[in-house]
């Protein structure tokens, strides 16, 4: 059996193996609103798709089997408490195929990072299944399996900027100029856990300690029809950011470095964080930066978006 063609039993020619690669988000604007009855916060948020990838390589298997390399190796668990795992056990129970897959992750996006990492992960398992066992599924069909296996996994699917609403997981394009944006992206060392961020904030909320709500997202929209990034940079915002913050200090160190010393147009925590977000002006004032930020940040990454969502190739 060749790697570019696999027989399978019944006699159908099918691809393999299947690469898709898939870029981590970040948010431009995040504003979180009440807690629901669900144990969920309604968002306002403005996903944005950066050039930080993961990839899957998808094979035929006998059984479903996934190996890992790169950031998170040997702290991620393989079995079917990852949600590569439960996303193609999601979409063979909904195709009624056997999940029989070997699948290899390639992780660059760090775990429990405010990157939505494992939503990335999730999202390309998709993709690479539905093309391996040739379901045939549309991408309406997969985002509907996405947002069962976490809010910001239809995000992924679809990559650029889009506004999020509900929990997240309802996404609409955004209206942008054709441009590209530079960050520089600072890994922290260690995570943060997502669902203690949220009761975070709302600790700080009730305490009467955090910062006014942002709200609407409109000035954000606005300034992405602009090509300015001092415009796009006083409007980007994140609610989040307070609470990661409060529970990880060492971050307004690093925020004020980027900002004060490598004069970024903006400094901001990436979701519940602790990965820190800053806009340059262009890769040059983004060297700068990251040079600015290093002594803060167990590594520093340059990016652009936006960036298409996870895609075969
Ligand atoms: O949807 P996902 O599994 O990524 O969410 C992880 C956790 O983050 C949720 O269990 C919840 O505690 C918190 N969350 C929230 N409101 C949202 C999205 C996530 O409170 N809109």
């Known amino acids: 059996m060749t790697e570019a063609w696999a027989l399978e ?38 996903y944005h798709a ?28 393989l079995d079917d408490r990852n949600l590569v795992v439960r996303a193609a056990q999601a979409l063979a129970t909904s195709a009624k195929v056997e999940p029989k897959a070997r699948l290899h992750l390639r992780k660059q996006i760090p775990l429990a990072a405010g990157l939505a990492g494992g939503s990335a992960d999730a999202a390309a398992t998709l993709v690479a299944c539905d093309a391996l066992w040739g379901t045939g599924y549309s991408r309406a069909d997969l985002a509907k399996i996405a947002e069962t296996l976490g809010s910001d996994v239809p995000f992924l699917l679809h990559g650029g900027t889009a506004l999020g609403t509900g929990r997240g997981e309802a996404v609409s394009p955004v209206l942008a100029r054709a441009n590209k944006w530079h960050w520089v992206v600072a890994f922290a060392d260690g995570g943060l856990s997502t669902p203690e961020v ?103 990454h340059l990016a652009q978006g936006p960036v298409p969502g996870a895609r075969v190739g």
């Open 198 to 300: 949220y009761r975070e904030l709302d600790r700080l909320r009730a305490a009467g300690a955090a910062p006014k709500p942002l709200g609407s997202a409109d000035a954000l929209l606005a300034a992405l029809r602009q090509r300015d990034p001092a415009e796009l940079g006083a409007a980007l915002g994140n609610d989040l950011e307070a609470a990661a913050v409060s529970l990880k200090p060492e971050l307004a160190a690093t925020l004020q470095a980027g900002r004060k010393e490598g004069g970024a147009h903006a400094a901001l925590v990436s979701g519940s964080g602790p990965t820190c977000v800053f806009l340059a002006t262009d890769a040059t004032h983004g060297e700068q930066i990251a040079e600015a930020v290093s002594p803060h940040a167990r590594s520093v």
């Open 50 to 77: 950066i050039s930080i990838f993961d990839e899957i390589t998808a094979r035929h298997g006998d059984s479903l089997v996934l190996t890992m390399q790169g950031e998170g190796q040997g702290e991620l668990e």
């Open 9 to 46: 039993s019944d006699g159908q020619l099918a691809l393999g193996p299947v690469r898709v690669r898939v870029p981590a988000k970040i948010n431009l604007h995040l504003s979180v609103g009440p807690l629901r009855g669900d144990g969920y916060h309604e968002l306002q948020t403005v």
